[in-house]
T-cell receptor
Framework: QKEVEQDPGPLSVPEGAIVSLNCTYSNSAFQYFMWYRQYSRKGPELLMYTYSSGNKEDGRFTAQVDKSSKYISLFIRDSQPSDSATYLCAMRLTGGGNKLTFGTGTQLKVEL | DTGVSQDPRHKITKRGQNVTFRCDPISEHNRLYWYRQTLGQGPEFLTYFQNEAQLEKSRLLSDRFSAERPKGSFSTLEIQRTEQGDSAMYLC????????????FGPGTRLTVL
């Protein structure tokens, strides 16, 4: 079983929809949680960065972390065709090395 | 643009050949990371440097792989005697310990081993 599980999709939504993307994880020692967006054949782009549990909002994006359930989410409001990409969740421990552990990514398509 | 840069962007090689990739991190970022990403998967950690010291290596990094960061600035990743299973996107990221240590990625080097 992988440390981080993420539904690969693809997920197809109409323009303007609210998108919910999720990851679960098994290692309770993860403390930092990130969401990256990756367009085809490009490097990942950091979207959201959160520490421990709680919510963080940035424009149309909201990240939620529920450490008690080992579950993180990314919500995209008023989705646009330009949001079509693969969304990767990532997480890391506090101290003891800085490597990121990624999910497999969810492929999102926002259709006109 | 002062983001992470990688060279080359694409590399096609024959099995058994050696290849070397270069990564230039964001200026003044003291940490540099290498990841590998295969189709349909998330990036997997290979190794990371703090300044010129290589602090962690994944078990994925076989003896055929070597990474250096000689002056604490750019880094190279060399793969010797390439195998078809080495075909992947090789991603470099950098971060700064003086901030939140967020990792910013480069565009990657796509390796195809024939």
């Amino acid at each position: 079983q992988k440390e981080v599980e993420q539904d690969p999709g693809p997920l197809s939504v109409p323009e303007g929809a609210i998108v919910s993307l999720n990851c679960t994880y098994s290692n309770s020692a993860f403390q930092y949680f990130m969401w990256y967006r990756q367009y085809s054949r490009k490097g990942p782009e950091l979207l959201m960065y959160t520490y421990s549990s709680g919510n963080k909002e940035d424009g149309r994006f909201t990240a939620q972390v529920d450490k008690s359930s080992k579950y993180i989410s990314l919500f995209i409001r008023d989705s646009q065709p330009s949001d079509s990409a693969t969304y990767l969740c990532a997480m890391r421990l506090t101290g003891g090395g800085n490597k990121l552990t990624f999910g497999t990514g969810t492929q999102l398509k926002v259709e006109l | 643009d002062t983001g992470v840069s990688q060279d080359p962007r694409h590399k096609i090689t024959k099995r058994g050949q050696n290849v070397t990739f270069r990564c230039d991190p964001i200026s003044e970022h003291n940490r540099l990371y290498w990841y590998r990403q295969t189709l349909g998967q998330g990036p997997e950690f290979l190794t990371y440097f703090q300044n010129e010291a290589q602090l962690e290596k994944s078990r994925l990094l076989s003896d055929r792989f070597s990474a250096e960061r000689p002056k604490g600035s750019f880094s190279t990743l060399e793969i010797q005697r390439t195998e078809q299973g080495d075909s992947a996107m090789y991603l470099c990221a950098s971060s700064s310990t003086s901030g939140r240590d967020e990792q910013f990625f480069g565009p990657g080097t796509r390796l195809t081993v024939l």
